[in-house]
């Protein structure tokens, strides 16, 4: 099967690492030509464009920042679908917009899947992410074997667009959590605890999270890099947001949440690193929510192994 795979920045670089390491045949494209470099010199094609993938490649990968970028690359490749063609949308983006785009391509002949990822960029990088996938069974089947690749855990969402709905919830919700652990640890460093201690605790208890876990690590370490910036936060938890306004749910945390990421992007700019959120209540408090041995990067420990698909639950 040979494989195309569009945008190459910080996941969908990872993720096509993980298909070059694995043998994939493997074609890539990024508007960044130094991104396509680097990948030829790990042993992909240089794919040239979207239309030049989509002819040659049995399976095109998109891995972009917007729905908008999305739309502009495969306006680029549908000349080019017809019957065995499948295109992938790994990006985080707007449900209605990913099924809008799929039925073109389904219409065409070919075959459409939203299976965006989550996880984080160092886990990503080991093939370890998770990843769920929305759309009819047999395409589902059919491209398995390449999401077992980059991925460590696979979910069948259901049709299409489904995955692109379950994705922004778990951003929405790591939001929450980053928030929260950033006001929890601050509060006790008010209090004078120590935060290493602090870290432990949290770990160990109740109030522990994925996001604690790894992101309270950079934010104690002061590197507050976690490969994800505000933008993209800020267009995730719009599109949670989005959703409960068209089924008429009315949030209280979810508009607080996007109030104080827009916040901090007018204070440390549209592209910050989120963890630097932590540097509003650094500002306001004159404190320091800083501690030693903590790591400057994520590193994903966990042996590559080959992934496998993930049941859901059955209803009783």
Known sequence: MKVGFIGLGNVGGKLSGSLLRNGIDLSVHDLNADFVAAKVAMGAKDGKSPADLMQNCDVVITCLPSPAASAAVLDKMMPHVGRGKIWMEMSTTDAAEVERLGRTVIDAGGAAVDCPVS?????????????????????????????????????????????????????????VNLISVCEAMTVMKAAGMDLATTFQAISMSSGTSFVHETESQLILSGSRDVNFTMDLVQKDIGLFQKLADEFLVPLEVSPLIIDIMTDGQKRYGERAQSDRIIERLEDATGLKILADGFPQELVDDEPEERGYEVA?????
């Open 119 to 175: 996880g984080g960029c160092h886990r990503a990088d080991t093939g370890n992410i998770s990843i769920f996938a929305g759309c009819d069974r047999t395409s589902f089947d059919r491209i398995l074997p390449l999401l077992t690749i980059m991925g460590r855990r696979v979910l069948h969402t259901g049709d299409l667009g489904s995955a692109s709905v379950l994705k922004v919830m778990t951003n929405y919700l790591a939001t």
């Open 312 to 316: 859901a639950r059955s209803s009783l």
